[in-house]
């Protein structure tokens, strides 16, 4: 008989999945800044965030923080590999946008000197281990929560234009199955409450992301339907 240890694990690695999915999901929009040679109105904003994200998320998936979360942590550090590779691109091709090469090394910078701090933090000033996933588990969850709405920055443009094409439809729709299959993970066996707070709150925001695309995706000019740009942010919780 399956027990509630097992079930979890196998959402677990049904999320594994999902997120790998949703790492991967704006490979398409990166392929067409390649042919283009350009980043057009795509933000970094998005990908620098989830880069942050991967690496708290990675640490507070370790045993030292969170025993029975390695699941977490494999994700979240092919997460941030994929992550950082999109950057590269970005910066690569961001020629034409005035300082966002500066502001992208600058942000990356201080997310490596806040991430080695909170790990000296954890490591060596906190002692409980309650202490510690508490710590950790806030940190992680205002990321978690900030990755998960940064799709939601173009709903105004959306508005605006009453054009959907830079609403990333795919990304919201995998950010929302990806966010309702962590809750259940963080419900099952044991209550894993920062896990359920981003994701939980995750779901509702990729839900209302799905509502504004569908209000607008008929008003929106043939030439522009998002058929070649379905990616326009890469959203995470990947936890």
């Known amino acids: 008989m399956v027990d509630a240890q097992q079930v979890r694990f196998i959402i677990g690695v049904i999320g594994n999945v999902i997120s790998f999915g949703l790492f991967a999901a704006p490979a398409k929009t990166f392929w067409r ?15 620098v965030a989830t880069v942050m994200n991967c690496m708290l998320w990675v640490f507070y998936g370790l045993p030292v923080v ?34 966002a ?5 600058s942000f990356l910078a201080l997310e490596v000197v806040a991430v080695v701090g909170i790990v000296l933090i954890t490591l060596f000033a906190i002692k409980n281990e309650f202490a510690k996933q508490t710590f950790v588990g806030v940190i992680c969850d205002v990321f978690n929560i900030a990755m998960y709405g940064a799709p939601s920055l173009a709903i105004a443009k959306v508005v605006k234009t009453k054009s959907v094409e830079y609403m990333p439809f795919l990304l919201s729709l995998v950010c929302f199955v990806n966010a ?8 099952i066996y044991k209550i894993d409450y920062y896990v359920l707070a981003s ?12 509502i504004v695309y569908f209000m607008y995706y008929k008003s929106t000019p043939k030439e522009k339907k998002p058929s070649e740009v379905e990616i326009s942010a890469s959203g995470t919780d990947r936890v």
Request: aromatic share 14%; with cysteine; charged share 15%.
């Open 101 to 105: 090469r500066r502001n992208i090394v």
């Open 199 to 210: 994701n939980g709150m995750g779901t509702l925001l990729a839900l209302s992301q799905l």
């Open 180 to 187: 309702a299959i962590w809750t259940s993970y963080a419900l």
């Open 33 to 47: 800044i390649f042919k283009k040679k350009s980043v057009e109105e795509f933000s970094y904003v998005p990908y």
């Open 66 to 99: 969170h025993k029975d979360s390695i699941l977490v942590s494999t994700i979240n550090g092919v997460g941030l590999v994929i992550e950082l590779f999109y950057v590269g691109v970005y910066l690569l091709y961001c020629g034409q946008k005035k300082n």
